[in-house]
């Protein structure tokens, strides 16, 4: 069974910034996309950023630019940059790995 792990959330003023971190274990491999996802209160599950093994990405409009992401394949460990957090980033973040979810850190970015 593959488990993510993930750490980094907290509270910051809108500005500031935090980096998440997300490592698989278990039976994993390389070679799958790993991403992170956000849901806020009342709100679907949306994607925010998605690094393929070659380092390809994607992000949402609403970030771009603002946030990072980044992996370590060695490590099985995808990364998340945020800079310039605005209020409404504030969400649980969720990173993904193949079809497995990590537990979930909250972000709240104050005003």
């Known amino acids: 069974q593959v488990q993510l792990v993930e750490s980094g959330g907290g509270l910051v003023q809108a500005g500031g910034s935090l980096r998440l971190s997300c490592a698989a274990s278990?039976?994993?491999?390389?070679?799958?996309?790993m991403g992170w996802f956000r849901q806020a209160p009342g709100k679907e599950r949306e994607i925010v950023a998605r690094?393929?093994?070659?380092?390809?990405?994607n992000y949402a409009d609403s970030v771009q630019g603002r946030f990072t992401i980044s992996r370590d394949n060695a490590k099985i460990t995808v990364y998340l940059q945020m800079n310039s957090l605005k209020p409404e980033d504030t969400a649980v973040y969720y990173c993904?790995?193949?079809?497995?979810w990590g537990q979930g850190t909250q972000v709240t970015v104050s005003s």
């Open positions: 993904k790995y193949y079809t497995y």
């Open positions: 278990g039976p994993t491999h390389k070679f799958f996309a």
């Open positions: 690094i393929r093994t070659d380092g390809s990405t």
